[in-house]
């Protein structure tokens, strides 16, 4: 059975740095597009990056472009979230996700929930003023 592990989480002042892993156990086609998500208190869960890894394909949602970054690293079978300039705002708890039932990230719907069977449990990140 494939699981999802978060770690990494942590409190900052705004304008510093974390980086957020999601460690993989089991077997995730390379194909397969990975993602992180946040969730906020009394908000909506969102997309914030994706790749397949495959390809080295990767997109961001608009407010993190330029700060956040989606990597990977094959041997450790990890995909990390590198979040630089961080701000108030990303405050949030963080989530990683795997659509093991199709190939490729879709830049259409990447940030559908709906099409991520494969979910991790969260790791919190706190961003002060």
């Known amino acids: 059975q494939v699981q999802l592990v978060e770690s990494g989480g942590g409190s900052v002042e705004a304008g510093g740095s974390l980086r957020v892993s999601c460690v993989v156990s089991g077997y995730i086609d390379s194909r397969n597009c990975m993602a992180w998500f946040r969730q906020a208190p009394g908000n909506e869960r969102e997309g914030v990056a994706a790749m397949n890894r495959a390809a080295g394909f990767t997109i961001y949602a608009d407010s993190v472009k330029g700060r956040f970054t989606i990597s990977q690293d094959n041997a450790a079978n990890t995909v990390y979230l590198q979040m630089n300039s961080l701000q108030p705002e990303d405050n949030a708890m963080y989530y990683c996700?795997?659509?093991?039932?199709?190939?490729?990230?879709?830049?259409?719907?990447?940030?559908?929930?709906?099409?991520?069977?494969?979910w991790g449990q969260g790791t919190q990140v706190t961003v002060s003023s």
């Open positions: 996700a795997a659509d093991s039932t199709r190939l490729g990230c879709s830049s259409d719907y990447w940030r559908v929930m709906s099409r991520y069977n494969l």
